[in-house]
């Protein structure tokens, strides 16, 4: 098919590690950690064209969570959210409305005040959304981060949730780090 076998065996492993280490909510960073680039919330051109920039990683990876019953949100600073729905629309057809989308566009308010700082807000809004619909438990133990800026990352270690950075200029190196969660 269209992506190595390797690629897919590499996800069905990560899949299988995140399961068995007991993660169930899987929150991903949008610019330059799901995507090749960084919008800054001023991407101007169509939704088809930002979806070529979804990394074939992610690609593979989501699906596979998603038939194992794991929660999915994307995480992000960014405004541009309806573009976001628009895009994972492009990638997952079947799927994309399993796909929670916190951005800063002011949609969603979190009771909690206190975690403010980097993506946390984002995830506990996304998580208590997932566990009304799914009537799933979602901690912070049972919650993984991947995002590329070690702020957000150190945010949520600091928080007892558990995070792996994307290095966008090593790729390859989030199927080891994620192997190792």
Request: with cysteine; proline share 3%; aromatic share 10%.
């Amino acid at each position: 098919g269209k992506y190595s076998d390797e690629l897919k065996s590499s996800c069905e492993e990560v899949v299988e590690q995140l399961y068995n280490s007991g993660v169930n909510f899987f929150a991903v960073d949008f610019d330059d950690t799901l995507i090749s680039v960084h919008t800054n919330s001023k991407w101007d051109k169509s939704a088809a064209d930002l979806a070529y920039k979804v990394r074939p990683f992610f690609k593979i990876l989501i699906p596979q969570l998603l038939h194992r019953g794991f929660c999915i949100a994307v995480v992000t600073f960014s405004k541009q959210c309806i573009l976001i729905q628009d895009v994972l629309r492009e990638v997952f057809p079947k799927l994309h409305d399993r796909i929670v989308i916190r951005g800063n566009d002011d949609t969603w308010e979190h009771k909690s005040q206190t975690i403010k700082e980097g993506k946390q807000y984002h995830m506990a809004s996304a998580a208590e959304y997932l566990q009304k619909k799914y009537r799933v438990s979602i901690t912070r133990s049972s919650t993984l981060l991947v995002d590329d800026h070690a702020d957000n990352i150190w945010q949520a270690l600091k928080q007892n949730v558990r995070a792996v950075r994307y290095y966008p200029d090593n790729p390859d190196r989030i199927i080891l780090d994620l192997l190792e969660v």
